[in-house]
């Protein structure tokens, strides 16, 4: 056997937070009469450097060999004390973190109760701890490419600082074009810069980089592994462009498959056969595939290629091809897509003037900026009418649910700087033209955007404000002068009702994430209450996933293009730490077989979603060879189903045994004495 | 079988709560931070997975002296692959020793909570407070 | 001359993430900070929204991270005097100010605040508790050792008397060091925005800062709990002013500062625990609750029974009895008009100003500055830490007002774009 087992105990006031309603010095004390515990301690914070060299102290000086920390979640603290093991030349793995403040302090109501408890906590924690052993982290070569999702901003950035600090990245996007949302703005705010400008540099210096490959009209379709090594398939569809006809133009014109372009959010028609008109890459038509899932449609596209001989230029059927990459780590900048009002939500669907603001923005791209008044439609508008929060800040019982049953409960945090920055340039524009904007609050919270909402003002922009209980009500009106009267409480002239005409309205609609399910389950990632992916810890861990993925930009939730550009290189420079190392320490919290005690039954193996497990030759003594389960250190995720599958209990997760637990238990109930 | 559950003694009103150090760990720990108030009674572990459990494991800590035991797993939020199905076959064998050791079935419970399910989170510790309770009056 | 990958100015919470995110890719850095510890004010916070984490429970651990990180040096009490660039690399001078206790020798048992005799305001505090004019700064302090302020000190000896490791040096000198740097990055915080005349410019015992109610609220409160400055007693009506020191271009202060309405419905919503016969009114222009989990934070607040009232302060009053009468322009449906209302204590949720002044930053570096006074980025839409210097980066509240996590954000992006820099340069 080896050396005594000493364990050392020391139980965290955390100022007041466990203090006040755990006994800390009376826990210490019971505790030190403990069997094994050669030290127990309190402190008032445990995890300052007083605290941590106290540990550190007693460890060289005591010769403690186990470590108890009772203070808040190990969540926030295990890592920092398993440092201090570290520091003090101890194994990390001989220390045992209990829960005393949000699992006792600030569940409790009684002091006495819950010193009890935090008693028996801790005593659980020292018959674990007293079995366990010293353990090495598994080292995994890390691969070093990565692979980023998403070809907007936030994924060109991710991709571009990566490719810059030498790493290889593999950019794939869903759709036949890079670019994303921002490529389909104008101008952004608050500093004007032009959208086009922007997305068109960062996809320059993309495609120019030499370790960046980009993927386009590809998808991730599977993968496994870890964060270190994942090999993942992607399946890319082809553009469906043989050879591309002289006369594109003319011989689109004859093409009977149109739809709603989404590239203009649906304020035009286009072919199927398509290249956007703002900025992107490549630059090159493409066939639109996902609109010709119909077999009739696309029975309807192969007559027509067929009957205008464009068999030699257009691919009749898409083509598939299927590849697999490894990569060491992966980024998720998926994006969002703007919300859909249902129909009828202030006059949506209802009449063609009611619009979204991605449409407004591309109204205004479209007319003759030469034209003293805005006509859209081919009728002049002389009001317009901005409603903020559609989709976004729902409340219960005051909003209807999605399609999902779901309320967007949250801000979508671009919006109000938008509509105020567009309402700006309307003015700009034309100066004539009456605006309004019905609100909650104005969130113009960045250095220059109070600027933009004082502007507006000064531009007489009107300015009404609105109570969620009581919305605006669009009323469309028949052979009018306008084509809208807007009722509201205003809050902002004493509660009264006010109409105000309009002949467009424009809803700013908020965010909302992507339908990318199947992604999701391939690596398992987290989602929040708001659909949209979620991080580790706001502030720990902004862009990191409790499964090891990074988050990019709005894919993380709802964030304006310079918001999306800091998230998007975040997330580069923690990639970048991980694949500078050559290898990566995994938890050593894996299942282990007892060979004196398997009878190779296969049931783990059967078990086993991770195929980590088989049934080997195994020499278990000189030169006799029998059949045993073996794992598979870098595939088992140490989730322990084939623990219980095991009928000869031969299979443990290391760290984790089923006896340890159980000693924990008999030390759990133990009646605690004065 | 009913009658004999009913006539067992229950030491203890402890409740064992078995969490997954991923996901259900966190559910307890979101309790924690709202400072939602719950029994003193009730004692949480981790591990890596319930699924690491025999049906037998069960019956013994109840035989030890706790009234109950909750197994929160981590439902479809899982990060292993398939393990809810397989835990909750193992439960299903754990009642079936019960009901033969004459053990009411009421004093195991699975669950699914979140990383954030505070709320579900809450309302199993008290459902099997509750009910512990009101088998202790009937002693 | 020591050299150094990257210099970061200031250990807040942006500064020691673009420390630890260099760090972690082999970089070497030196971050250096003028206060006596790290933590920036984070380090001085109660509890931080949306999550209610204890803000030391978030910041110790990274606080803690890079002073055992072996590729970061920390300098606290240290302040640059001049930057030069020299041949692709910036060779500064760093003014070391004595702490007068050897930083080895001190092991922060703390019997030298002990023994001294001399009691003076605590900063940390916000100048609401005590201290001695030795000792260590604050419970969660880093270095944990013992500063000694000769502005206090009386030089009785004391304390060198009974240090157990005589680590007591008041013969300590400023010290000049000059290092070579390939990158640097401005970190350099806020501050907040002084109280306006018409809310009693700082003579109003029972007008306080928000930082103030966060020492108030935090567990080490200087108090022991949130009692009124001017006479120790418990408030039963707190009012919160927005937009104290913001929105208002009458103190040049025309831009919104981002966190107050964050911070004033966290501490509202502490106060129902802290303080939970207390009223609690907040009078606001817009609540912009727009970041992640924020809005929803907001709503919770409402629920428990925060009163929001829309609502401008014109001026604050104060009363014999201690009370500040309010003059208020309400906007509410019920309540419609110019009021006068009485509140026994007032929180002012004050703006953000950047800490290092624009003149100063001028006298070290020509960096462009923004209007506003903050260190201009010169391309907010893709490159966010970028100033108009090469290898000169900018992070956190130096840029623009924002928030933890912002600045967190921030503070990645700038060690992203510093790690290609020094790379470039190596190459």
């Known amino acids: 056997m080896s050396e005594k087992v000493k364990i050392g105990v020391y139980v965290c006031h955390c100022g007041f937070n466990i203090a006040e309603m755990v006994d800390v010095k009376k826990v210490a004390e019971v505790l030190g009469k403990e069997e094994d515990v050669e030290v127990a301690k309190d402190f008032i914070f445990m995890c300052s450097d007083a605290g941590q060299k106290m540990i550190e102290n007693d460890i060289k000086e005591k010769g403690i060999n186990r470590v108890i920390v009772a203070s808040c979640s190990p969540l926030l603290h295990e890592k920092t004390f398993q440092g201090v093991l570290e520091r003090a030349g101890l194994n990390k793995f001989l220390f045992e973190h209990i829960n005393i403040r949000e699992q006792v302090s600030w569940v409790s109501k009684n002091k006495e109760s819950a010193t009890e408890k935090a008693i028996r906590l801790i005593r659980g924690g020292i018959a674990k701890i007293r079995k366990q052993q010293a353990l090495e982290p598994i080292l995994k070569k890390v691969t070093k490419s990565v692979a980023v999702i998403g070809g907007g901003v936030a994924g060109l950035i991710s991709a571009k600082n990566l490719g810059e600090m030498g790493v290889d990245v593999t950019l794939i996007e869903k759709s036949p074009f890079i670019g994303g949302m921002v490529a389909r703005w104008d101008k952004l705010f608050p500093n004007d810069e032009n959208a086009q ?69 649906g304020l035009e028609k286009r072919k199927i056969v398509y290249k956007p008109e703002y900025i992107c890459y490549p630059e090159e038509y493409a066939i639109d595939w996902d609109n010709l899932s119909d077999a009739k449609e696309l029975e309807k596209y192969k007559k027509w290629v067929k009957e205008s001989n464009l068999e030699e230029k257009f691919e009749l059927e898409k083509t598939v091809t299927k590849e697999e990459i490894n990569v060491g780590a992966i980024i998720f900048a998926t994006g969002f897509e703007p919300y859909e009002p249902y129909e009828g939500e202030y006059g949506w669907k209802k009449h063609p003037n009611v619009v979204t603001l991605p449409q407004l923005i591309e109204i205004l791209k479209r007319v003759d900026k030469n034209q003293t008044h805005f006509v859209y439609n081919g009728k002049e508008i002389k009001s317009v009418a901005f409603i903020h929060c559609v989709g976004s800040r729902q409340i219960e019982g005051e909003d209807i649910p999605g399609p999902d049953g779901k309320l967007n409960t949250y801000c979508s945090r671009y919006c109000c700087n938008a509509t105020i920055h567009t309402a700006n340039e309307l ?246 004495k004065e | 079988m009913q009658q004999n559950a009913k006539r067992q003694k229950i030491k203890t009103k402890k409740i064992l709560i078995i969490t997954t150090n991923d996901i259900s760990y966190l559910g307890a720990d979101t309790a924690g931070q709202q400072h939602l108030k719950y029994s003193e009674d009730a004692l949480i572990i981790r591990v890596p997975d319930p699924v690491i459990f025999p049906p037998d494991f069960y019956v013994r800590t109840l035989e030890k002296g706790f009234g109950g035991i909750i197994v929160a797993s981590a439902g479809d939020e899982s990060p ?15 009642y079936k020793i019960m009901n033969e050791k004459g053990i009411d079935t009421k004093r195991l419970v699975l669950t699914a909570i979140c990383s954030i399910c505070a709320g579900s989170f809450i309302k199993a510790v008290n459902n099997m407070t509750k009910y512990l309770d009101s088998v202790h009056e009937q002693e | 001359m020591k050299n150094y990958d990257a210099l970061v100015i200031g250990a807040g919470i942006s500064g020691i993430q673009t420390a630890l995110d260099l760090a972690e890719q082999g970089f070497k850095v030196l971050m250096i900070d003028k206060k006596k510890s790290t933590g920036g004010v984070m380090i001085q916070l109660s509890k931080v929204f949306p999550t209610l984490d204890c803000a030391s429970c978030i910041t110790t651990p990274k606080m803690s991270e890079a002073s055992n990180h072996p590729n970061i040096e920390t300098w606290t009490l240290s302040e640059v005097t001049s930057i030069s660039e020299n041949n692709g690399s910036y060779v500064v001078n760093i003014l070391k100010h004595p702490r007068y206790v050897d930083l080895v020798k001190c092991t922060g048992c703390g019997i030298c605040e002990e023994v001294c005799p001399v009691i003076v305001e605590d900063e940390y505090n916000e100048y609401y508790g005590i201290r001695k004019a030795v000792g260590v700064p604050f419970g969660t302090a880093i270095p944990q050792k013992a500063v000694l302020e000769p502005e206090y000190c009386i030089f009785c000896g004391a304390c060198a008397k009974k240090c157990p490791t005589q680590a007591i040096e008041y013969d300590q000198e400023p010290e000049n060091i000059e290092v070579k740097v390939k990158a640097v990055i401005v970190a350099t915080g806020f501050e907040q925005t002084p109280i306006k005349e018409e809310y009693g410019g700082g003579r109003y015992k029972n007008v306080i800062n928000a930082l103030t109610m966060e020492r108030l609220l935090a567990p080490t409160s200087p108090f022991g709990g949130v009692f009124r400055p001017g006479d120790g007693k418990n408030p039963y009506s707190i009012a919160y002013i927005q937009c104290a020191g913001s929105r208002d271009a009458s103190i040049g202060v025309p831009y919104c500062s981002r966190v107050c309405c964050m911070f004033a419905v966290k501490q509202a919503m502490l106060l129902c625990g802290a303080a939970p016969l207390a009223d609690i009114t907040i009078y606001y222009m817009d609540i912009r609750a727009f970041g992640k989990r924020y809005e929803e934070f907001f709503q919770e607040a409402r629920e428990m029974g925060i009163n929001f009232v829309k609502g401008k302060v014109a001026k604050i009053e104060e009363l014999e009895n201690g009370n500040l009468k309010l003059r208020v322009e309400v906007q509410e449906e019920e309540d419609y008009g110019v009021k006068e209302i009485e509140h026994e204590l007032v929180v002012l949720s004050s703006g953000m100003l950047p800490a290092w002044k624009p003149e100063k930053v001028r006298e070290i570096l020509p960096l462009e500055i923004h209007k506003y006074g903050f260190i201009k980025s010169l391309q907010p839409h893709v490159n966010p830490s970028q100033t108009n210097l090469d290898g000169i980066f900018v992070s956190g509240t130096a840029m623009a007002p924002m928030d933890i996590v912002d600045s967190i954000y921030s503070g990645s992006t700038a060690a992203m774009k510093a790690a290609l820099y020094i790379k470039k340069i190596k190459e």
């Open chain 2, 80 to 94: 292993f692959l398939n393990s809810h199905a397989r835990l909750a076959k193992n439960i299903d064998a754990a």
């Open chain 1, 197 to 265: 400008d922007i997305v068109r540099k960062l996809i320059e210096e993309v495609k120019d980089n030499k370790h960046i490959r980009i993927l386009t009209n590809s998808q991730i379709v599977g993968g496994k592994g870890s964060l270190g090594g994942y090999s993942v398939t992607i399946e890319t569809i082809s553009r469906g462009i043989k050879r591309l006809p002289e006369n594109i133009e003319n011989i689109l014109s004859s093409c009977p498959i149109e739809i709603d372009s989404p590239e203009s959010f």
């Open chain 1, 427 to 672: 003015k700009k524009l034309y100066p004539n033209l009456h605006v309004y904007e019905f609100y909650r609050d104005i969130r113009t919270y960045g250095l220059d955007d109070e600027d933009m909402y004082t502007k507006a003002s000064k531009n007489d922009v009107i300015f009404l404000r609105f109570n969620n209980e009581y919305k605006p009500e669009v009323q469309i009106l028949e052979n009018e002068k306008y084509n809208f009267v807007i009722s509201v409480k205003d809050q902002l002239s004493y509660y009264e009702e006010v109409d105000i005409p309009a002949d467009m309205v424009v809803l700013s609609v908020g965010m909302v994430p992507p339908q990318i399910d199947d992604l999701v389950s391939i690596f398992t990632v987290s989602r929040g209450n708001d659909g949209f992916l979620l991080e580790a810890h706001p502030k720990l861990k902004p862009v990191e996933t409790s499964s090891g993925i990074f988050l990019a930009g709005t894919a993380q939730g709802p964030m304006n293009a310079s918001e999306a550009a800091a998230g998007a290189t975040a997330a580069a420079v923690k990639v970048a730490a991980v694949v500078s190392k050559d290898e990566l320490a995994l938890s050593p919290f894996i299942a282990r077989v007892d060979i004196t005690k398997c009878d190779a039954t296969g049931k783990c193996v059967e078990v086993c979603e991770y195929n980590a497990i088989e049934v080997t030759e195994v020499e278990v003594e000189k030169g006799k060879v029998e059949r045993k389960a073996q794992v598979n250190p870098t595939l088992c995720v140490g989730g322990g189903t084939c623990v219980s599958a095991c009928p000869n209990q031969a299979i443990r997760i290391v760290g984790w045994t089923n006896e340890q637990i159980e000693d924990m238990i008999t030390a759990m109930i133990k009646e605690v």
